[in-house]
């Protein structure tokens, strides 16, 4: 079959490869949608993770099912279902212990593209198919559903992580899909005032759609300056961080108030370590929360994203601005992400 891949670091391209096998609790999935993702560019323009040879691109995908191995219980070949860009191996301790995004290793919930072949292909493999996919309802767009398996599920973690009360004052650096889906999750948590940070203006008509209250341009001037400036030097009660240089670590120190939380949901692709200011975190012991998670797979969390979508609490369709017909065209997809015109937010590729 073929399939579009990272040839090496730096180089994509078209390859021919062998067709997945199921094992017994498996499923193997032919593509209906697929998103391409800036992890992609970290991963293959930036050698993020280290040097991948062949290996096909690709984590988020709503597909139908062909094929299901002998223990596979819940789906038939013919079910349109959400593949989630983490596939955790369910029977792990990491798993038990609440952390299944790190089945087996450190972010080795993360399969797709990482260390097996992802989705931009004729068919693809999923792992433990009862417990890592959902089944789709007709009534949800293709293009509307493939952003739930991680822009959704990424943005949303980022709220959940900086633990929002009701009426909190948050900041979301960095308004990609990723951190759109931060301001709703922001907005689905109770913040009151958020403050979306970003440049791009068909992301800030976004950020509007989904909750920013306030919008602060980093081509403005320092951003620190700027929101503490708009919180009368206060700061802001948690900050997601969902996009940025290893500066925004800091960034993220300085405007966040004593006691507040620091969720980062950012893949950091580049340098050696993330700068703390020693003074904005108190010398240490200001009670600010740094917090980095990797988003929450599996079948029970798409589950429960795709009840948000289908009873309209969240409509991540406005995150859709490019929309391409045919897999031929994964890579031209794939260079939008790289290059980030001003008009795009997230490219689609619907493969029928």
């Keep these: 079959m073929k399939g579009f891949a990272m040839l090496r670091i730096g180089e994509v391209g078209w390859i021919e490869t ?62 349109r279902v959400v593949v989630p860009a983490i596939t955790p191996d369910w029977r792990t301790l990491e798993a038990a212990a609440g952390f299944h995004q790190h089945s087996g290793g450190m972010l080795a ?8 072949d992802g989705s931009m292909a004729e068919l693809f493999h999923v792992n433990d198919a009862d417990m890592n996919l959902a089944l789709l309802p007709n009534d949800i767009l293709l293009e509307t559903a493939v952003m739930i398996p991680d822009m959704v599920t990424t943005g949303l973690h980022g709220a959940e992580n900086a633990d929002i009360q ?45 909750g920013a209250t306030d919008i602060v341009n980093y081509r403005d001037g320092d951003i620190v300056e700027q929101i503490l400036k708009l919180t009368d030097g206060k700061g802001v009660d948690a900050t997601i961080i969902a996009g940025g240089k290893p500066e925004v670590m800091a960034q993220a120190v300085k ?14 692709g580049e340098g050696e370590s993330l700068p703390i ?17 990797l988003c929450p797979g599996g079948r029970r969390r798409m ?22 017909k045919g897999i031929e065209n994964c890579e031209k997809a794939l260079l939008l992400m790289k290059d980030k015109p001003k008009d795009l937010i997230k490219p689609v590729v619907l493969v029928d």
Excluded: Q
């Design 18 to 79: 062998a067709k997945p096998v199921a094992g017994p609790y498996d499923a193997i999935c032919r593509p209906l949608a697929i998103a391409p993702c800036t992890s992609d560019i970290h991963t293959v323009f930036e050698g993020a993770i280290g040097e991948r040879y062949n290996m096909i691109l690709g984590h988020e995908a709503v597909g139908e099912v062909v094929e299901v191995g002998s223990e596979v219980k819940d789906f038939i070949p013919g079910d």
């Design 109 to 116: 919930g993360w399969k797709f593209s990482n260390v097996k």
């Design 166 to 210: 009701l009426g909190a004052a948050v900041a979301v650096v960095g308004i990609g899909p990723v951190g759109l889906m931060g301001v709703a999750g922001a907005k689905l948590s109770g913040a009151g005032r958020i403050i979306a940070v970003g440049s791009r203006p068909v992301c800030i008509e976004a950020a509007r759609f989904y």
């Design 277 to 293: 200011p020693r003074l904005e975190w108190g010398c240490g012991m200001a009670h600010k929360t740094i917090r980095g998670g």
């Design 303 to 324: 589950e429960m994203l795709i009840d948000l979508v289908k009873y309209n609490r969240l409509d991540p369709g406005k995150l859709v601005t490019h929309v391409f």
């Design 255 to 268: 405007i966040t108030k004593p006691g507040g939380t620091i969720s980062n949901i950012n893949y950091h």
